[in-house]
């Protein structure tokens, strides 16, 4: 797994009895933030074989030849065992660093320093040692409270969003559940805002990839570790790190990890027979498979047919960002007593990031009046968001307003009345038209052609351009209101959007420029990982 135990090389190298020697570094500067498990003072040129790796040798030189070849074999011989780095002392055998040594240390990506003052080794050894073995100390007290924390929160049947909190309380970090298609199930963004957290998402995830179910991506700055158990992995849980993950991390995330796919164990284990059978109708109506066996099934389920109008209804809970997830059972269970409680039969089924119901209502039955009733008693319980689809009259046009209400929710139409108590299809618009054909090779290729410049700008670091430049097409009343939405003064915005231009080679000016853009950055965002994959496979080639 790598742990990292402090301290770094950059950390030994600051001690005081290394300072004091005058240390120069002379290769390998990029690896002073790997860790140290140890130093070892070494006199003879074969000390490899008594080495385990991710130390620091300290040594004179005596023995050192001034054949360029042996240097670069000492060098090499450390380097195959892992080595951390090799601090040289001047003055008994060197005077100044030896060439070869540069240069191989150099070849093969090892530390190496030069002391032009005489120093104690067994001093440094000491003093690097008594913080090594205080910051193994330190981790196991720190995992001794990640233990005593999760093991409290199992046994409390701690929802999502309180694991989470854990975590951030635990560690200071921003904290990410999303699920294996990059879609964010829950977060906790910290002292951070959602915002900067989850800014392009999809495609920042998609391109993280660490070997084993835990592993650290030094270029994101992402530790992660999957979620769920083997065999029936679900999710990934990332923490956002500002630095090397210490070994304290790594136990935090896969503890939480292990939390939440109890807490996911707990919830299949609390689905009745009943959700079990309403999610396999479910599916078998959003795929059109009708069939007399279909009808029959329904029946037997309590759901009428005869005389009857069918509604999709989508609901997701909703996080303090303004995210959703779906937190354990408790969602469905609130539906399903509500519905009953109106007297409306209901297919109940759970996704990935929010709750599908189908209704069966009498014909004739006013759909805004049971809306408003509908969204009225959940929001006594829960803050969701909730959207409706097509009304339709056949049983067998049921897949209609079940992708009708999962494109509102997919298409983030939700978040655009963030006022209403529930939005319907009709008022998604383009969004919900862009989802459904999020997968059109056509529309992938307009929306790469309009923006990828823009998302190649943004992939190098700084502030984002393409959520600007989003925020500004979405924001009515021109740059002014764009400028106080976006927290920036006017000039600040001028000088951004004058960029844009310049990376797209456009005018904003222009009402058909403004229009092409618009639908672009709104496929974008129905797009996700789609566009992620497609954009990676594009760099592949």
């Not at 929160?153 to 694991?163: K, N, S, V």
């Not at 999303?178 to 951070?192: F, K, M, W, Y």
């Not at 009857?308 to 399903?336: K, M, Q, W, Y």
Request: charged share 25%; glycine share 6%.
């Amino acid at each position: 797994m790598g742990l990292q135990m402090l301290p770094t090389i950059r950390d030994a190298l600051a001690m005081p009895s290394l300072a004091r020697a005058e240390l120069e570094l002379c290769a390998g500067e990029d690896q002073l933030d790997r860790p140290v498990r140890w130093l070892h003072a070494a006199e003879v040129a074969d000390i490899a074989d008594l080495l385990r790796g991710d130390e620091i040798v300290l040594t004179t030189g005596v023995f050192l030849s001034e054949d360029p070849q042996a240097a670069r074999e000492y060098i090499e011989s450390l380097a195959a065992v892992g080595v951390a780095g090799l601090i040289l002392e001047l003055g008994r055998r060197w005077t100044e660093a030896p060439a070869s040594l540069v240069q191989a240390a150099t070849d093969f990506d090892v530390l190496f320093a030069v002391l032009h003052r005489e120093v104690s080794f067994s001093d440094v050894v000491e003093e690097v040692g008594a913080r090594i073995v205080d910051a193994e100390v330190d981790d196991l007290r720190a995992s001794e409270r990640i233990h005593n924390t999760f093991t409290r929160l199992d046994i409390e049947g701690a929802t999502p969003d309180e694991i989470l909190g854990a975590v951030v309380r635990l560690d200071g970090l921003p904290v990410v559940l999303e699920s294996n298609r990059h879609q964010v199930i829950a977060l906790d963004p910290g002292t951070q805002t959602a915002a900067a957290v989850l800014t392009d998402w999809a495609r920042r995830s998609i391109r993280v990839t660490v070997s084993g179910r835990t592993g650290y991506d030094r270029r994101s700055g992402w530790l992660t570790t999957i979620v769920g158990s083997r065999g029936d992995d679900w999710g990934r849980l990332v923490l956002l790190t500002d630095a090397l993950p210490r070994r304290r991390d790594y136990v935090l995330v896969e503890r939480a990890a292990a939390a939440l796919t109890l807490n996911q164990m707990r919830a299949r284990a609390h689905d009745s027979i009943e959700r079990s059978a309403h999610t396999a109708l479910l599916s078998d109506l959003r795929a059109g498979r009708h069939s007399a066996d279909l009808l029959a099934r329904l029946e037997s389920a309590d759901f009428p047919l005869k005389q009857r109008n069918f509604v999709a209804v989508a609901i997701c809970p909703e996080t303090p960002s303004g995210r959703r997830h779906v937190s354990g059972t408790d969602l469905p269970t609130t539906l399903r007593r509500t519905t009953r409680t109106l007297g409306y039969p209901a297919l109940i089924g759970s996704e990935t990031d929010h709750v599908m119901a189908l209704l069966s209502v009498p014909e004739g039955q006013n759909i805004k009046s049971l809306m408003t009733q509908l969204s009225r008693e959940i929001r006594r319980s829960r803050a969701v968001a909730i959207a409706c689809g097509s009304i339709v009259k056949q049983i067998s046009a049921a897949h209609e307003t079940l992708v009708d209400a999962q494109s509102v929710v997919a298409s983030g139409s939700i978040g655009s009345y963030p006022d209403r108590a529930w939005i319907s299809i009709e008022d998604s618009h383009l969004p919900a038209l862009l989802y459904l054909l999020r997968h059109d090779q056509r529309v992938q290729s307009f929306v790469l052609r309009e923006l990828s410049p823009l998302i190649n700008h943004d992939e190098k670091g700084g502030p984002s351009l393409l959520s600007l430049l989003a925020i500004y097409l979405d924001t009515a009343g021109g740059k002014t209101a764009a400028a106080r939405r976006l927290l920036l003064s006017r000039p600040v915005l001028y000088e951004r959007i004058a960029k844009i231009e310049s990376i797209l080679k456009v005018d904003l000016d222009d009402p058909q420029i403004r229009t092409a853009l618009h639908v672009a950055v709104m496929a974008q965002r129905v797009m996700g990982d789609i566009l992620a994959e497609t954009l990676l496979e594009s760099d592949r080639a």
